[in-house]
Every structure is written in C-alpha cells, then in structure tokens.
C-alpha cells in the first residue's frame, strides 16, 4: 500500500511558468516531509522540506506548501527554468523516525 | 558540503556472482540508507543503518546483506547476483531527516 503517493507521472510546463507538483499521503503519523530532485545517472538532491508544524516553506524558487486536514502537499516552482527538468520525488518521515518514504516521482518538463 | 561517494558508476556482473557496492560518506553521519530505484517504482528502501554494526531491515531486503563495520562506510552485498537485481544502487547519509544521495551505482545482471 503506498503511504506516498504522486499520481501525475509526467508534468510539462512553459519556461518562466509556475511549475506545481502534488502529493498525497496516507499516514497521519508523518511529520516531515521533503522533496528531491532527481536527474538521469545521478543521485537525488535534497531540495525543500516541511515540518508538519508549518503549513509553508519557501527557499528561493521553490515553495512548499502543506495541507494537514487533506494529508496533501505541493511544491511550486517560480520561475521555471530549463533546469528544472528532472524527476521530483515526494519524501515523508514518520514521527521520531529518521527513514524516509517516498513516492514514485514525477517526471518535469520545462518547455522552452 | 556533505560528500556521499559510491565506489562504482556502472558495474556488469554474471547471475550468481556476489557483489559487493560501497559506499562512503565524510561527514560523521549516523545514519546510512541503501535503495534501489527502478522504473515506476520510485525509490525503495533495501537496507539501513543507525550506528555502527547495526542494520535494520528496510522493504525489500530478500536477497541482499549489508556490513557497517566503521561509522563511514556502508556496504551493500548481493549474495548471489540475480538478472532481477538489475537496477540503480543508490546510498545516503542523514543526521536526522534529510537524506543526502550518492551518485548511484547502476548494476547490470547478465
């Protein structure tokens, strides 16, 4: 059963567009939640996390916005950018656990 | 900077080999994860560590080991290569939360 889940698989978005990827969670014990950024034959990159504490984070570019009550989040990105292409993972931590899981990714494209 | 390295970008291996991906990171972490990442699968958790000489269980552990002999050092073991191990490897590192990824090993089982 996924506890993470990002049901677009693909997103293609215009460049200097707000780019908005979503994710739903199932476990009320998460308290932390993250996104990386992943591109081909790489590693992921951490990028913006949330406490569920918070209902916004925002690092340059990049918001993060939570929604307790819908167990749902989002990050949004503004401008995009040609480098933003590459797959975004949605990540969640349960409460006083330090592992994390995550969602099967979504693909982005940034279109010139 | 964190620094998570991986010994190998591309490795080839034969169905019943046993291979061994290590993984190293500089920055006194406690925890170290192991994962393989496939198509449509997202990332799934093999193996994990909090400290030295532990290791935990993570969602798919059949057919794996690993060895945490030294607080840096986290090895990844295939007892016995199969072609559905087949994959990208990749290795993180976290003081708590926020994980920090190696470049990945992808694996290819012949």
């Known amino acids: 059963d996924q506890q993470v889940k990002q049901n677009s698989p693909s997103l293609s978005v215009q460049e200097g567009r707000i780019s908005i990827l979503n994710c739903d969670y199932t476990n009320s014990m998460f308290d932390y939640f993250l996104w990386y950024k992943k591109y081909p034959a790489e590693g992921p990159t951490f990028l913006i996390s949330i406490s569920s504490i918070k209902d916004k984070n925002e690092d340059g570019r990049f918001t993060v916005f939570l929604n307790k009550s819908a167990k749902h989040l989002s990050l949004h990105i503004v401008p995009s950018q040609p480098g933003d292409s590459a797959v975004y993972f949605c990540?969640?931590?349960?409460?006083?656990?330090?592992?994390?899981?995550f969602g099967k990714g979504t693909r982005l494209h940034i279109l010139p | 900077d964190v620094k998570v390295t991986q010994s190998s970008r591309y490795l080839v291996k034969r169905t019943g080999e046993k291979v061994f991906l290590e993984c190293v990171q500089d920055m006194d972490h406690e925890n170290m994860f192991w994962y393989r990442q496939d198509p449509g699968l997202g990332l799934r958790l093999i193996y994990f560590s909090y400290d030295v000489k532990m290791k935990e269980k993570g969602d798919i552990p059949e057919g794996y080991s690993v060895s945490r002999e030294k607080k840096e050092r986290f090895s990844l073991i295939l007892e016995s290569a199969s072609t559905n191990q087949t994959s990208m490897y990749l290795c993180a590192s976290s003081p708590a939360r926020a994980q920090y990824f190696g470049p990945g090993t992808r694996l290819l089982v012949l």
């Open positions: 990540a969640a931590s349960p409460n006083r656990d330090d592992k994390i899981i």
